[in-house]
């Protein structure tokens, strides 16, 4: 029978030791071994880099605030728009999610003590760091411009040689993904405890499981895209260039291979998120099970062979256009699953409005169009139309950003107390939720009538002089104006976040080990656990049923039920 | 740690020879590559270049990568990235195979002319 | 650009893109208004939808909340085949009808019919090229007749662009290397917009142009015009031809005193006329007189004089675009620019001729 430590020995335990103040000094945390530890540091290191992207994406809004130039020059422009691209897809969605909240949460949800490669586990956060460093390294050498997609030839064009040094850290980015991504195969298929079957594993293990696949697949074709670009650079091999005898749609086809999985790297463990959270912030067992673990699994697979919608009208032959928007709808239907499923679960739960479930809400409605949008761009004719226009950035940022960022936001604050052992203030929480949903809509929904009357992408100007009449450049001055006063508000937002999750370090209310009636394992440890997660190896039962535990006045969280 | 699974053929390792001969092949079959890159076989180049690939993948995967005494579902894991490779060549190749017929065979005459009286002019 | 706008403002009879409702310019052929209502079935399908999933999500929201932390655990049904069929098999019976109304209208599109107009269209940093077969040559407007489809063929001499004329609803990305084309059919005159949509570096946005559908029993008498059109033009009204010439130009190059663009200003060369100015050889400041060849020199051959604090990034091959009596033009149009431009760096309207014809 395991003991495992309760809320109520531990809570009030101020000798306790945990994770973090088990071992002091600078350099314990540089060279740990400690998944937790290491999952903080990604936290820091993936919320600094979306704090540089996003002032970045405030330059790009600023200067798009008005017709013609505002703050900036065409050069300038593209190369904020690179840059934000760039930090936004290596530096934070791609690698936050696993590495940050996954890297803290799965072991201990897992039942396990850590990873099972802790020290290829730290190794990838280093060679995040790398990666981040020869991005800044070329930023402070004056940037690229290419756009972050890199399309040939103009990446190839002499003296742009931001392209090689991005290219690089890009590709040992890839290395940092693919470490994770192997790790967590390696932990979930092997370090299970007794009784811990694939039908018990919490969903957001599913999710990471389902990642870590298409981290190790799909990653390599990056990492062998970028050595490419740099050799058709350096030698002049003549494999993208058309003046050398190559072909720029295959670079096309190389750089989406691994894109399109990527976006699914973003998403599958959002939506593992989503799923946990659901479930416990309605207090209420998950519905579908079953169907939400295989559709995960399903998404994976079919990622990998629809990359050629980002193609459509690059020069790609019309049948393989064909071929790759139906192949498109079938990524669809598992998507839709999940959203069913999740709204089910919400029947007769009994539904707190937290800052994580307000969070989540925002990504129902957020995603519902997001991914609605997504049937324009995958029928082959409207895709003519809306390919290369702001319907596309709308599009992804729906999905990008208020569906995989704000499930991150929301893993954030669910996890919060579990690793800082401190509640943030809980009403600020909620405005704060609330002032990003609004100014995450505002910012981009006029985006996609933009698209639809055909501003293209990437265009750091507009006005009646180039080609649109005077009563359009005014629309278009209206939404674009409306698009950035969102901006504006939807920062405003996250600069509160970090105010009040910075201030609840100092300040907050010490957490008890289980705030939100969670009962999954990583509720049953201390909030921060201790160095070594368990005292003894877990119990894992299914983790869907609420009833064991209940609330406790005293604690200001859930305790377990006395067990007969 | 791990209280479930054994590790496959426990305690084999393979001896300092079989590194040696894989490197000595390689190295064999890298020439072989190099050798026959300088004869213009027309279609045959993908296919024999491939199959040289294919060789040395092998060799890798079986013998320096253990797999030849390893469990079988650890080769169905090798194959399963294979497929997926295959699936990425075979879908790019077709697609740059269908548009053959565009690369510099237009019927205008003006871009005709213009393509041909420069070759692609370099910023330089 | 004035000059031009002017001319297509005497001849279209209103705004060119307004009008045609919350999403769209207007159609303005036959495939677009197809298009446009496959779109809207995608829209009331995803409205649809949407207010499903948000309204139930809010219902149960309201109806589900927990009124106190000493409520019991939520407790309801987990799983359920019939649902979880009807929810996989819905969409993806949509999916299929959505499909293949796409694939069928797309269908369309790649497959021009045999009698299309052909033009070339001819993409470059940061401007764009038309030519018709008989030789008549514009950079800003391609003129189309209405009613009959032209296929347009595209190539680029530098980098990746793209085609698009968000009026017909038509898009092509243009890949250097190998040819594309796109095929529409205008089905009321009019000038229509048309946009460069592939990041092509510094004067991405700048490369517009504009498609001008002229109804059919005119437009064989237009093209034949344009492709004489400096015929008309000799003696003191050669300059006028470079004035219409340098709408190519003017995506790198301003008129205004000062202005600097991609490339140098050209009043600054015509305040200069005689005197000399500095550029570079190799890395090395010499001294240039500026005149008839300098400014030749530096349409033909421009990596060879690059004025300081530019960069070398001029198209090479103008030198092979142009006539020599277009050459001709340019040439007088920098040199007479004040009898051209008015003083604010725009070209005035062109005198008519005083024989109309």
């Not at chain 1, 940037?143 to 190839?156: A, K």
């Not at chain 1, 907050?508 to 201790?530: D, I, Q, Y």
């Amino acid at each position: 029978m395991a003991t495992i430590t309760t809320a109520d020995t531990d809570i009030h335990d101020e000798s306790g030791s945990n994770y973090i103040n088990c071992s002091k000094g600078i350099l314990s945390w540089i060279i740990t071994l400690d998944h937790k530890r290491i999952g903080v540091m990604y936290v820091i290191a993936t919320l600094a880099s979306f704090l540089l992207g996003g002032l970045f994406a405030l330059g790009i809004r600023t200067e798009l605030i008005a017709p013609g130039q505002t703050i900036m020059d065409a050069d300038t422009y593209n190369r904020f728009f690179t840059l934000h691209g760039a930090i936004m897809t290596f530096l934070v969605i791609i690698p936050a999610i696993p590495g940050a909240l996954g890297n803290f949460v799965l072991p201990i949800m897992l039942g396990a003590k850590d990873v099972a490669f802790p020290r290829m586990n730290l190794s990838s956060f280093y060679l995040w760091l790398l990666g981040a460093a020869l991005t800044v390294y070329s930023m402070l050498q004056g940037g690229i411009d290419t756009g972050w997609t890199f399309y040939t030839p103009y990446s190839l064009e002499e003296g742009r040689d931001g392209v090689f040094w991005v290219g690089m850290g890009v590709f040992i980015l890839g290395f940092s993904s693919i470490f994770t991504g192997l790790n967590f195969i390696v932990t979930v298929q092997r370090l299970r405890p007794p009784g811990m079957t694939w039908f018990k594993l919490p969903l957001f293990l599913w999710a990471l499981y389902a990642t870590a696949i298409i981290q190790v697949l799909a990653t390599p074709v990056l990492g062998i895209t970028m050595l490419l670009l740099a050799a058709e650079r350096i030698m002049g091999i003549g494999i993208f260039d058309p003046a050398l005898g190559g072909d720029p749609i295959l670079f096309q086809h190389f750089f989406w291979f691994y894109s399109h999985p990527a976006v699914y790297i973003m998403i599958l463990p959002a939506m593992g998120i989503i799923s946990e959270l659901i479930s416990v912030h309605c207090r209420r067992e998950i519905f579908g099970y079953k169907m939400i673990a295989f559709s995960s699994v399903a998404i994976a697979f079919f990622s990998f062979l629809v990359w050629g919608h980002h193609m459509f009208t690059s020069g790609q032959s019309p049948l393989m256009n064909a071929i790759f928007s139906a192949i498109t709808f079938s990524v669809a239907i598992p998507s839709a699953i999940k959203i069913f499923n999740w709204l089910l679960t919400m029947y007769k739960g009994s539904i707190a409005f937290t800052t994580p479930m307000l969070y989540v809400l925002s990504f129902i409605f957020i995603f519902a169009i997001g991914g609605l949008t997504g049937i324009p761009l995958a029928i082959l004719a409207t895709d003519v139309q809306l390919h290369d226009t702001y319907f596309v950035v709308a599009h992804f940022h729906y999905v990008m950003m208020g569906s995989t960022l704000i499930a991150m936001i929301a893993g954030l604050h669910h996890w919060w107390p579990k690793i800082t052992g401190r509640m943030y203030h809980e009403w600020l929480g909620r405005i704060a939720a609330m002032i990003v949903f609004v100014g995450f809509n505002l910012t981009f929904f006029t985006q996609f009538m933009l698209g639809t009357k055909g501003m293209p992408r990437r265009y750091h100007d507009y006005q009646e002089g180039l080609g649109w009449s005077v009563e359009t450049t005014e629309l278009f001055h209206t939404y674009h104006f409306i698009s950035t006063i969102g901006s504006y508000v939807m920062a405003a937002g996250f600069f509160m976040i970090l105010f009040y999750l910075l201030q609840s370090l100092v300040t907050g209310r010490k957490a008890p080990a289980n705030p939100w009636g969670g009962a999954s394992l990583e509720w049953e440890c201390t909030s921060p656990p201790p160095h070594h997660n368990f005292d003894e190896t877990p119990t894992p039962e299914y983790c869907y049923k609420f009833d064991h535990w209940v609330w406790s006045d005293s604690e200001q969280g859930y305790v377990k039920k006395a067990l007969q | 740690m791990s209280a479930d699974g054994e590790h496959s053929a426990p305690g084999h390792i393979i001896p300092f020879s079989y590194t040696l001969g894989t490197f000595v092949a390689l190295l064999f079959l890298t020439v072989i590559t190099v050798g026959v890159a300088q004869f213009d076989l027309g279609a045959l180049d993908m296919p024999v270049a491939l199959l040289v690939a294919g060789v040395k993948a092998s060799i890798v995967s079986l013998f320096f990568m253990h797999l030849r005494w390893d469990r079988p579902i650890n080769i169905l894991v090798l194959i399963g990235s294979i497929f997926f490779v295959v699936l990425f060549l075979v879908i790019t190749m077709f697609d740059t195979g269908q548009n053959l017929d565009l690369k510099y065979s237009g019927d205008s005459s003006k871009v005709k002319e213009v393509l041909e009286s420069q070759s692609f002019p370099v910023v330089q | 650009m004035s000059l031009l706008l002017s001319i297509l403002a005497a001849e279209q009879p209103g705004p060119i893109d307004t009008g045609g409702g919350f999403w769209f310019v207007p159609a303005a052929s036959e495939y677009a208004t197809t298009h446009d209502s496959i779109y809207e079935i995608v829209l009331w399908l995803s409205i649809f939808f949407f207010v499903l999933i948000v309204g139930i999500m809010i219902k149960f929201a309201w109806d589900y909340r927990r009124k106190s932390n000493n409520e019991p655990a939520g407790f309801g049904p987990t799983h359920s085949l019939v649902l979880e069929t009807t929810w996989t098999v819905i969409p993806l019976l949509l999916s299929g009808v959505l499909f293949f109304i796409g694939i069928d209208t797309y269908a369309d599109f790649k497959s021009p019919p045999a009698n299309c107009y052909e033009v070339d269209a001819t993409a470059q940093k940061w401007a764009w090229q038309f030519d018709h077969r008989n030789g008549a040559s514009d950079s800003m407007v391609l003129k189309v007749p209405v009613g009959k489809p032209t296929r347009v063929t595209l190539h680029s001499n530098d980098v990746l662009h793209s085609f698009f004329i968000p009026a017909f609803r038509v898009k092509q990305d243009v890949v250097p290397g190998r040819y594309g084309s796109l095929w529409f059919t205008p089905d009321k005159p009019g000038v229509y917009q048309g946009f460069c949509t592939e990041y092509c570096g510094t004067g991405h946005s700048k490369m517009n142009f504009w498609v001008e559908a002229i109804p059919q029993e005119d437009f064989d008498d237009v093209i034949a015009k344009d492709a004489r059109w400096i015929d008309d033009y000799s003696g003191d009204r050669l300059v006028w031809a470079g004035a219409r010439l340098f709408s190519r130009c003017a995506s790198c190059h301003s008129l205004k005193p000062g202005e600097r663009m991609t490339g140098p200003s050209m009043w600054d060369l015509h305040a200069n006329w005689g005197k000399t100015k500095k550029i570079e050889i190799d890395g090395k400041i010499q001294n240039v007189k500026i005149d008839e060849n300098y400014i030749l020199e530096s349409i033909v051959a421009p990596w060879e004089k690059i004025a300081p604090t530019y960069m070398n990034q001029m198209p090479a091959n103008f030198g092979k675009q142009l006539s020599s009596k277009e050459l001709d033009a340019l040439v007088r149009f920098v040199r007479q620019l004040d009898l051209v431009t008015d003083d604010n760096g725009q070209i005035k309207t062109e005198p008519l001729l005083s024989v109309t014809n």
